[in-house]
């Protein structure tokens, strides 16, 4: 059989407003899959070192995966890729919605932006027909405004949108891109690299239709799949709760970040868990991403009071970072702050972060409030909160600052705010305090993104579910390594997740398939895979693939700043946890090392440095695909 | 001597406690002396094919841990992501 | 007790696997605009409606039909589009009290249930969609509710 798949790929150049079309043919799917694989070639040979990040050569990259516009469950996912603003460094962001299937309907894989427009620009993809309009009148609106305006010039009702909102515009340093309205493609500010563009919005729709190669083993497969589903208590959760079930279980089990990572339980926490959410009906059913049955979205709202609104959410890290990160167990200003953060653009983890941030900076004596529209800066005080995102979005006053993230806001105030500033490599940490989660905090240094879940993700370390038991035993030869407060088997574990999550990302598919429920695992992917394009691929040589891409994306960082280290904020590397069940543990420096010295032996890189060698590079032919990789090689 | 012990349930585990005060969340417990983690799912009447996660005073534990007056015991699913 | 198509609009979430699925049990590829069943879409506020034949009792798309082309087949118990008849003048689709009828490539389309094993029910994770004999309270609230949720939106 056949590998040779093809990517029909929408090259944009909003300097000179023209596009082009590009196929490419040959082994790209064999060895990256496509998705978020394609999309870090194209970053890595596209662009040299040192672009700016939001000059016209930081190519803007949107890749869907060769499952979307199928029923492959889950199959609703676009990867964007480009540098990063906040980090300087490779970074790729995830989101759903129905954005993914409408451009696999209008027959696109990709879509590639270059260049800055002069004025604010909207793009709109209607099957082949590929257009620039002006976007007076959306700049400067938020996401919601933005698109039921688009909708309305453009006509029809079927069009998905891809958008940023005054985070974007205003290039917030953690400024995200919103797909169907609620669907956050965050981290790492890529909504600023679209608003440095002067692009608003991206339309699509697409009137084809999807063929696969054998729709009924397809069907079939679909129905296996759906069976797992069944008997997963995790898929039922994420069906009936959303990631907000999370929350209970981390405020109980001492690893939810409370009052900026300094203590990690708080009195209340319950109030912003999934039960309480739904039970005082703040929270119902939303919108799932297209062809996923476990529809994990949901919809908030506050009827009344100076909160009321409504929004797509709220997750999981949007309720740690705007509500207990900053001492807040009231779920109305958490809603009313999430809902802010989806018109605005903006990324809920790093904005949680940064105000949690100034508000220990105020506590501490190292900025007075009057310097902060005179808001109470206590933990706890909610309205505050909410106010700071106003400013944030709007780079008002101290918005303007906090709008810098973290790093950089730590270094303008100066003393030793940095070491509560709860960052590494530029990026603020996702709310899992690895103190007690051994395989996070490896997965967490690793991560070329920055200390962050959505790379690997890898629950099993905790052994709740029997299928994170089974995959330990598959790993391990033993589920007694179900154990986050122990060192051992965590490396395989964390590289076994970095890989699936690759090859995820690549198919266009949901981590929270192969990873979290694992109901969808490799041999399933092989069935899928043949099933859909009528190529055979073992699960060796897919798992392969997915480690091609993440081996790539170290190289992209090791040429951007060779002095990149693996690392975590100095916040959890050297404070222990003060109280609670998991009192004095840390991410010590040297567990670090014990973590990364066997991760780095696991995948063949220098000992001591952790750079790929020339070997690992040609093993998994990276070396004579990638033009240019030569260059990092020492 | 009775122990009397704090329960907290969450997401589907909810609907087997008892009817009764408002807020559902949190309560306190008696059961004889010497129960165990075991015991007290039973005596909730959550049953065995229900798939629970425990945590006592925040940490996982065997189910034929005795228990002690004071102790919190949370009984949820096992959720996941972010 | 014959079986139903029972929609219950709280769980919809509007994932469309069940469009697609349908699509593919009649043509072997996915499309929306060949499925018999749509999902009517409000973004904003996070709600789905699931738009298909209901089978209703009514049928005021058979007395509609200038041809006769939506006839009852005696050994499903429910009626169904002759193609060979059916001109897609669009009468049935402008009559139809649940929009779940319509047009395309030259004939109306609407659901035939799978002639027992309906594909989008199969593949409905969140039980919104339920093939089951249910009783006739369960179907009326479901038509209630379906009838106050296409009154509220300004599609038709």
Redesign the interface.
Known sequence: MSRQVTFKIAYLDLSARTFTVRTTSGSDFELYLGGRGLGAKLLFEGQGKGVDPLGPDNQLIFTTGKFGGTPVPTAGQVTITAKSPATGLYFKSNTGGTWAKALRRADWDAVVITGVSETPVFVSIDDERVNFHDASGLWGRTVRESDTEAQRRLGGSDWSFATIGHAGENLVNFACIMTSLYHAAGRGGLGAVMGAKKLKSIAVRGSGQTTVADAVTLEQEVQAVLAKARQSVKAGLLLEFGTAATIEMANEGGSLPVNNFSSAQIPGGHKLGGTYLVENAYMRQGSACSACPMGCHKHAVVREGRYQGHSGGPEYETLASLGTSCGVTDPEPVLKGNELCNDYGLDTISTGGVIGWLMESAQRGLISSDRCYGLDLGWGNGQSMVDLIHRIARREGIGDLLAQGTRSASKALGGESWKWAVQANGLEQSRVDTRVAKAYALSFAVNPRGPDHLYAQPQAEFGRTPEARRLMERLMGSDKYCNSKILDGKPELVRWHEDMFAVTDSLGICSFATTTTYIVDESSLARFIRAVLNVSMSEKEIMQAGRRTVVLERCFNLREDPNRKDTLPWRLMNEPVSRGPHEGMLNSKQEMQVLLNRYYALHGYDPVSGRPTREVLSSLGLLDDVKGLEEIII | MPVHIEIRVYHGIKKYLPAGDGNGFCRTFSLPDGASVAQAISALNIPNDEKVFTLLNGVMCSPDRALNSGDVLSIMQPAGGG | MSKTLLIDL????????CV??C??SKT????Q??SRIRIL?D????V?VPLVCVQCQEHPCVDVCPVEAIKYEHDLALFTVDKDLCTACGDCVEVCPYEGIFLNAGTALKCDLCRGDPACA??C??EALQYLEADESQVVAALEEKTRELNRNV?K
């Open positions: 709280k769980k919809c979430t509007g994932c469309e696997l697609d699925h699509s593919s072997g590829f996915y499309s605009e060949h879409r973004e904003m506020k996070g789905f199969r593949v994770y969140p599609r």
